[in-house]
């Protein structure tokens, strides 16, 4: 048994030994000068899978999201997303602080506003006004409990931005996660939009990089963007290769985490601390709201038993579900949950 088993995110993977063994043996070049053949390979795989004309691969999820507002919008634009959203909330104010754009906020439950709310945030052609130049949809949405959207419904919020000459996004990072819930292509939830992205070091399994998809003209503004910003990598196939087998072989068990994050929430609901919205556990992500415990209490109690997970809020905990989490990692962790009332450290805050 593991010393730990680790619920915090599903960044927490580490490389299968096919992938260290890929690494090892990747063929190389200067990814800068667009010579890296397996850094190629990658993006030709990754721009098909995500039925875009091109696709450019980098470090991390949070650069390619920020590569991609800063090619679309300019200093003094504004763009639109829902308030918890990556980009806005988990981004270091990249927004802002990389492309001179501010960001207008809406509030939805599920982490999808209505097209009338992007519609109504949209800024009438004013010079005492900024550009409203961008919509940025996430899908699946972390905070949110990893819901999903599904491709009609990305469909009309893309509507509603371009008929006010918007142009949108995806933040991808679990897209897969999406597809194989809604039981699609990712090609499909993204068809709509102009730019998307997809993180390969999340469920996927890869130990880093994500890729960022659009037009070829988009691609083209991203790379000049990505080496201003410092992502611009070498002999990048070493790690390229990995990612390749995350693309190929991860998400055939993006439905087995999916099953498991429903058995977790289904072990939490029955325990008298616990709120758990279920409807919302629609992918690999267990949200736990404790209405008269601390967090921190929780924290420490199952990082006692060996379960590591992570505080999402002021009285929230997120449990993520990935490929080097198996059945008994889960009743392990209900193990240890279920001991928490009775502990002398789950005192309320």
């Known amino acids: 048994m593991p010393a730990f088993v680790d619920f915090r995110s599903d960044t927490m993977t580490v490389p299968t030994p096919a992938m260290r063994a890929a690494m090892a043996a990747a063929k190389v070049g200067d990814d800068v000068w667009g010579e890296d053949p397996t850094v190629r390979e990658l993006q030709d795989e990754g721009a098909v899978l995500l039925g875009k004309e091109a696709a450019l691969f980098l470090p991390s999820g949070t650069m390619a999201n920020q590569v991609a507002i800063h090619v679309h919008c300019r200093p003094g634009d504004e763009l639109v997303c829902e308030e918890r959203s990556h980009v806005f909330f988990h981004e270091g104010g990249g927004i802002a602080r990389l492309s001179g754009t501010q960001a207008r906020t809406l509030v939805a439950a599920d982490g999808f506003p209505t097209p009338a709310q992007v519609e109504a945030a949209v800024r009438s052609d004013d010079p005492h006004y900024p550009r409203s130049r961008l919509l940025v949809v996430e899908n699946t949405h972390n905070q949110a409990g990893g819901r999903v959207a599904s491709a009609a419904r990305v469909a009309a919020l893309a509507a509603s931005a371009r008929q006010h000459g918007m142009a949108t996004h995806c933040d991808g990072a679990r897209l897969y996660n999406a ?4 039981g699609c292509r990712p090609a499909e939830l993204v068809a709509a ?13 890869a130990p880093i990089g994500s890729l960022l998809a659009g037009t070829a003209d988009f691609i083209k503004e991203a790379r000049r963007a990505r080496k201003a910003f410092g992502g611009g990598m070498r002999q990048a196939g070493v790690i390229a290769a990995a990612a390749l087998l995350a693309l190929r072989d991860g998400p ?6 999916h099953a498991r994050a429903q058995q977790l929430a289904r072990g939490l609901v029955e325990l008298p601390w616990a709120r758990i919205d279920t409807v919302a556990v629609e992918t690999n992500i267990v949200m736990c709201d404790l209405e008269a415990k601390a967090p921190d209490a929780l924290l420490q109690h199952l990082n006692a038993h060996g379960v590591l997970a992570a505080k999402a809020g002021p009285r929230r905990i997120r449990f993520v579900l990935h490929r080097d989490l198996d059945d008994a990692g889960v009743q392990r962790c209900l193990a240890a949950c279920r001991t928490f009332a009775a502990s002398p450290s789950s005192s309320p805050a």
């Open 252 to 257: 055939a068990l993006l439905a087995a985490d």
């Open 193 to 205: 939009l102009d730019s998307t992205t997809l993180c390969l070091s999340k469920g996927l399994g």
């Open 179 to 182: 597809a194989v819930a809604l």
